[in-house]
């Protein structure tokens, strides 16, 4: 009887193209005496586990003798053969190992136990091989060569083989024995989020999640390459972890200390650090900053996050936007290969709002807003219509192109509707523009037909420049100092419908500059005015003389007791709206998301004791929380200004994913919990204790220690 072929042998359909492809493959014949006498190519992650990594041999490592290690991906025992996928951060290397006993005469056969412990391996074994690189032989069984173009190493596989018995000892070894994993780790995971969440550090070891950090760590190479580069001359510090509360905006985190009723907070940024750090001389600095804010989370917020920090001396709004400008396209360049458009837009705030309805439009498609309040608030039917009922009411029209063909069911209208509810909280008005030629005749629908004539919806289709088979959607808020909070509702929606229309890619990217913010917002909840950005904003040059000296005949009506109860009443006793006041802050935008935002910053004493006085700050507040920074201006400070970057948010964006959870090592869900490691937790009495803090009833008994 003729011996049995080998495995390599049974690839090939004749016994002359396995000569050939012996002869390109001389090492495949024989292996070795030692695992390591044939040299290899140099490798820069070369150490004692491997020679290369599972993601670097190609054809050119063809009879080289290489260590590889890495996970058990898969492994598959064809009897003739076992096939090992073996898995690390770089790639994936197909493995074979023999089985020297196929087509064997059982009564002959001989021990194999290098390929019956490979037969044996478990997902996600970590292991060692020593073997042969050799090119993949033969053809599938559609004739094509027996190749995996998906895999950069597809032309290749390293044959592992025992050199007579006993085999090898190094040529398969187990490091770390696995249990099956309860997901699968490949890119199209069979777990939902919960599961990743719970089981995250085998969640990273999915190809998808090693690449969304890989990106995050290009993106922070090339931020520190171009901000710490001889032509901007960054330079990198770190400011506290551990500082003081300001309950301004959101939640603080606190961390008590022994001292009794003393606490710190945990920074939602490091802004009057770097602010300091400017009085300081030192010119430009920036840092890869963690911040804390104890709101509530969505897909792009978490309790803790990361930004690029930034703040520089000497400089105006222009010389900021320019230099971040260039950063912004060397991070796009070098993490997706895309060339950002130079210079990026501008779009004044009070433009963006009016056309768009939003402070972070998407710019990739047009749908503006138009204004249709005097033609909807007094139809000619005399009827109330409950929608349109707001004081000072504001009604806006939102012309979606096509929009009554893609939504030309009543249940897609419905829903339509629906969606409006759910996620902008509103109630939507629809018109569908099927016919809007007077001399073919009209043809118009809409949830308003029982109060508004035909004429009267087809001017409101006119006025929003409708074209037929369009939809007009159609919101109504209150006005006034409102009026905002109301274009925002449809600015949002406009988002929804890009992305339900398609037009929002995730492979485009569109930036822009939106400047000249507000300087204060209405909080409706306080009743009072609050910063649009932030206390140290400064505020346009001409109105901040005006607020010096309004303050100043504020302070005189308060001594004389003939002063309103706050200087924001004050001021629009005097003619002035606190709503109108500019800001020369500026906000960066990517594809209708806010990536960055910044401001020239207040540099003088009495202009920011003049801010803290408009937020509603006595003196005794004032010096009580910032007393420290005031006193800082009082000793030569530098006009400055800057901006942060949301790290997470623009590597979504440049990942193409929604949640910036996926872009994170360790996330927390949407509750603030940590439930890989079931954070936060209790604390043992005794250091309660020690903290002189004690529990109230409600939050029942601290746990004990063990």
């Given at each position: 009887m003729p011996p049995a072929p080998t495995f390599i042998e049974s690839r090939f359909t004749s016994k002359a193209d396995y000569e050939n492809w012996l002869a390109s493959n001389p090492a495949a014949n024989s292996a070795p005496e030692e695992p390591t006498s044939v040299a290899v190519a140099p490798s820069l992650l070369k150490t004692g586990y491997r020679t290369h990594t599972c993601g670097e041999l190609r054809r050119g490592h063809v009879g080289q003798t290489v260590t590889l290690s890495g996970w058990v991906q898969v492994a598959r025992d064809k009897n003739f053969a076992a096939f090992i996928d073996l898995r690390d951060r770089h790639g994936i290397t197909q493995i074979l190992i023999e089985?020297?006993?196929?087509?064997?005469?059982?009564?002959?056969?001989?021990?194999?136990?290098?390929?019956?412990?490979?037969s044996a391996l478990g997902r996600e074994t970590v292991i060692t091989v020593t073997g042969i690189v050799v090119e993949r032989a033969g053809a599938n069984k559609d004739g094509k060569a027996n190749k995996n173009e998906a895999r950069a190493t597809g032309e290749i596989e390293v044959l592992v083989r025992a050199s007579g018995e006993p085999p090898l000892q190094n040529a398969l070894r187990v490091l770390s024995s696995a249990k099956p994993p309860p997901m699968k780790i490949e890119n199209k995971t069979d777990a939902g989020e919960d599961t990743c969440l719970k089981w995250r550090f085998l969640d990273l070891r999915r190809p998808i999640m090693q690449q969304r950090l890989m990106t995050r760590n290009r993106i922070l190479q090339a931020v520190r390459s171009e901000l710490c580069s001889d032509k901007?001359?960054?330079?990198?510090?770190?400011?506290?972890?551990?500082?003081?509360?300001?309950?301004?905006?959101?939640?603080?985190?606190?961390?008590?200390?022994?001292?009794?009723?003393?606490?710190?907070?945990?920074?939602?940024?490091?802004?009057?650090?770097?602010?300091?750090?400017?009085?300081?001389?030192?010119?430009?600095?920036?840092?890869?900053?963690?911040?804390?804010?104890?709101?509530?989370?969505?897909?792009?917020?978490?309790?803790?996050?990361?930004?690029?920090?930034?703040?520089?001396?000497?400089?105006?709004?222009?010389?900021?936007?320019?230099?971040?400008?260039?950063?912004?396209?060397?991070?796009?360049?070098?993490?997706?290969?895309?060339e950002l458009p130079n210079p990026f837009p501008r779009l004044e705030y009070t433009e963006a709002m009016a056309k768009y309805g939003i402070d972070k439009p998407d710019l990739r498609y047009d749908m503006q807003l138009t204004d249709v309040t005097e033609l909807a608030l007094a139809p000619s039917s005399g009827a109330p219509f409950p929608p349109f009922a707001h004081p000072e009411a504001l009604v806006l029209a939102l012309c979606v192109p096509g929009g009554s063909v893609k939504y030309s069911t009543t249940k897609a209208l419905k829903m339509l509707v629906e969606k409006a509810k759910d996620e902008v909280k509103a109630t939507m008005v629809w018109v569908r523009c099927d016919g809007l030629d007077e001399a073919k005749g009209l043809k118009l629908d809409s949830s308003a037909k029982k109060v508004f004539s035909t004429s009267e919806l087809l001017s409101w289709a006119h006025k929003a420049s409708a074209s037929e088979g369009d939809l007009l959607c159609v919101f109504a808020g209150p006005g006034g100092?409102?009026?905002?909070?109301?274009?925002?509702?449809?600015?949002?929606?406009?988002?929804?419908?890009?992305?339900?229309?398609?037009?929002?890619?995730?492979?485009?990217?569109?930036?822009?500059?939106?400047?000249?913010?507000?300087?204060l917002e209405w909080n409706e909840e306080g009743g009072r005015w609050s910063a649009k950005h932030h206390p140290f904003t400064r505020g346009d040059k001409g109105e901040e003389a005006m607020l010096i000296a309004s303050a100043e005949e504020y302070a005189t009506a308060v001594n004389e007791g003939v002063a309103p109860p706050s200087f924001a009443e004050f001021l629009e006793k005097k003619g002035v709206d606190c709503g109108a006041l500019r800001a020369d802050a500026y906000d960066l935008v990517i594809n209708g998301i806010e990536v960055g935002g910044g401001s020239i910053r207040i540099s003088e004493r009495q202009t920011q004791e003049t801010m803290f006085s408009l937020l509603g700050f006595t003196?005794?507040?004032?010096?009580?929380?910032?007393?420290?920074?005031?006193?800082?201006?009082?000793?030569?400070?530098?006009?400055?200004?800057?901006?942060?970057?949301?790290?997470?948010?623009?590597?979504?964006?440049?990942?193409?994913?929604?949640?910036?959870?996926?872009?994170?090592?360790?996330?927390?869900?949407?509750?603030?919990?940590?439930?890989?490691?079931?954070?936060?937790?209790?604390?043992a009495t005794e250091q309660l204790d020690e903290l002189k803090i004690m529990l109230s009833p409600a939050a029942g008994p601290p746990q004990s220690t063990p």
């Amino acid at each position: 009887m003729p011996p049995a072929p080998t495995f390599i042998e049974s690839r090939f359909t004749s016994k002359a193209d396995y000569e050939n492809w012996l002869a390109s493959n001389p090492a495949a014949n024989s292996a070795p005496e030692e695992p390591t006498s044939v040299a290899v190519a140099p490798s820069l992650l070369k150490t004692g586990y491997r020679t290369h990594t599972c993601g670097e041999l190609r054809r050119g490592h063809v009879g080289q003798t290489v260590t590889l290690s890495g996970w058990v991906q898969v492994a598959r025992d064809k009897n003739f053969a076992a096939f090992i996928d073996l898995r690390d951060r770089h790639g994936i290397t197909q493995i074979l190992i023999e089985n020297p006993n196929h087509g064997v005469d059982p009564a002959n056969a001989q021990p194999a136990p290098l390929y019956e412990r490979a037969s044996a391996l478990g997902r996600e074994t970590v292991i060692t091989v020593t073997g042969i690189v050799v090119e993949r032989a033969g053809a599938n069984k559609d004739g094509k060569a027996n190749k995996n173009e998906a895999r950069a190493t597809g032309e290749i596989e390293v044959l592992v083989r025992a050199s007579g018995e006993p085999p090898l000892q190094n040529a398969l070894r187990v490091l770390s024995s696995a249990k099956p994993p309860p997901m699968k780790i490949e890119n199209k995971t069979d777990a939902g989020e919960d599961t990743c969440l719970k089981w995250r550090f085998l969640d990273l070891r999915r190809p998808i999640m090693q690449q969304r950090l890989m990106t995050r760590n290009r993106i922070l190479q090339a931020v520190r390459s171009e901000l710490c580069s001889d032509k901007n001359g960054f330079v990198e510090l770190e400011t506290p972890m551990l500082i003081k509360s300001t309950p301004e905006g959101a939640r603080d985190f606190l961390v008590p200390t022994r001292t009794p009723r003393q606490f710190y907070a945990l920074p939602q940024s490091p802004q009057t650090f770097k602010q300091l750090l400017m009085v300081g001389g030192l010119d430009r600095y920036f840092q890869i900053a963690r911040c804390f804010r104890d709101e509530e989370l969505r897909a792009d917020r978490q309790p803790e996050f990361t930004q690029i920090d930034c703040e520089m001396s000497f400089v105006e709004q222009n010389d900021i936007l320019t230099l971040f400008e260039e950063m912004m396209r060397r991070v796009f360049r070098e993490t997706r290969g895309v060339e950002l458009p130079n210079p990026f837009p501008r779009l004044e705030y009070t433009e963006a709002m009016a056309k768009y309805g939003i402070d972070k439009p998407d710019l990739r498609y047009d749908m503006q807003l138009t204004d249709v309040t005097e033609l909807a608030l007094a139809p000619s039917s005399g009827a109330p219509f409950p929608p349109f009922a707001h004081p000072e009411a504001l009604v806006l029209a939102l012309c979606v192109p096509g929009g009554s063909v893609k939504y030309s069911t009543t249940k897609a209208l419905k829903m339509l509707v629906e969606k409006a509810k759910d996620e902008v909280k509103a109630t939507m008005v629809w018109v569908r523009c099927d016919g809007l030629d007077e001399a073919k005749g009209l043809k118009l629908d809409s949830s308003a037909k029982k109060v508004f004539s035909t004429s009267e919806l087809l001017s409101w289709a006119h006025k929003a420049s409708a074209s037929e088979g369009d939809l007009l959607c159609v919101f109504a808020g209150p006005g006034g100092r409102h009026a905002d909070a109301t274009r925002e509702i449809v600015g949002k929606f406009r988002h929804i419908m890009g992305s339900e229309l398609g037009l929002r890619p995730t492979d485009s990217f569109c930036p822009l500059w939106v400047v000249n913010f507000p300087l204060l917002e209405w909080n409706e909840e306080g009743g009072r005015w609050s910063a649009k950005h932030h206390p140290f904003t400064r505020g346009d040059k001409g109105e901040e003389a005006m607020l010096i000296a309004s303050a100043e005949e504020y302070a005189t009506a308060v001594n004389e007791g003939v002063a309103p109860p706050s200087f924001a009443e004050f001021l629009e006793k005097k003619g002035v709206d606190c709503g109108a006041l500019r800001a020369d802050a500026y906000d960066l935008v990517i594809n209708g998301i806010e990536v960055g935002g910044g401001s020239i910053r207040i540099s003088e004493r009495q202009t920011q004791e003049t801010m803290f006085s408009l937020l509603g700050f006595t003196k005794a507040q004032a010096e009580a929380q910032f007393g420290f920074l005031l006193s800082a201006f009082e000793y030569g400070t530098p006009p400055h200004g800057g901006l942060a970057f949301g790290l997470d948010r623009l590597c979504a964006i440049l990942c193409g994913v929604t949640s910036i959870r996926d872009v994170m090592a360790f996330p927390k869900i949407s509750t603030g919990r940590d439930v890989m490691i079931d954070s936060p937790s209790e604390v043992a009495t005794e250091q309660l204790d020690e903290l002189k803090i004690m529990l109230s009833p409600a939050a029942g008994p601290p746990q004990s220690t063990p």
